[in-house]
C-alpha cells in the first residue's frame, strides 16, 4: 500500500522556521522525483520545490528561492522540505508528491501557519 506521511507543520511566527517530512512507503522511493505542492486559503496548488531521485536536480518556486530547501534521504524513504524566513503568505497545506512518468503519488498535507 502507498503511503507518502506529511509531518512538521505547525504555528510558527514570522521569521521563524520549521522543518517538513513525508516519509514514503510502498513503492520504491529513489525511482521517484519527489515534490513539495502548497496550497494557500483561496488559492490553487502551486509547486514549491522538487527533486529528482538523485537529488542533481533541484527547482524552486520563485517566491521561496533562497528560503526553502529541499532534500532526500533515499536510504531512509524521506523527503524534506527545511523552510525559513518564513512569511505570512507562506500560510497553506503543504504537500509532498511522488511521480515518475504517468504515475504519482499524494499525500494527505501537514498545515503550515504562519503568524505576522
Known amino acids: 500500500q502507498v503511503q507518502l506521511v506529511e509531518s512538521g507543520g505547525g504555528l510558527v511566527q514570522a521569521g521563524g522556521s520549521l522543518r517538513l517530512s513525508c516519509a514514503a512507503s510502498?513503492?520504491?522511493?529513489?525511482?521517484?522525483?519527489m515534490s513539495w505542492y502548497r496550497q494557500g486559503p483561496g488559492k490553487e496548488r502551486e509547486l514549491v520545490a522538487s527533486?529528482?531521485?538523485?537529488?542533481?536536480?533541484?527547482n524552486y518556486a520563485d517566491s521561496v528561492k533562497g528560503r526553502f530547501t529541499i532534500s532526500r534521504d533515499n536510504a531512509k524513504n524521506t523527503v524534506y522540505l527545511q523552510m525559513t524566513s518564513l512569511k505570512p503568505e507562506d500560510t497553506a497545506v503543504y504537500y509532498c508528491?511522488?511521480?515518475?512518468?504517468?504515475?504519482?503519488?499524494w499525500g494527505q498535507g501537514t498545515q503550515v501557519t504562519v503568524s505576522s
Open positions: 527533486i529528482v531521485n538523485t537529488g542533481g536536480s533541484i
Open positions: 510502498g513503492f520504491t522511493f529513489s525511482s521517484y522525483v
Open positions: 508528491k511522488a511521480t515518475r512518468l504517468w504515475v504519482e503519488y
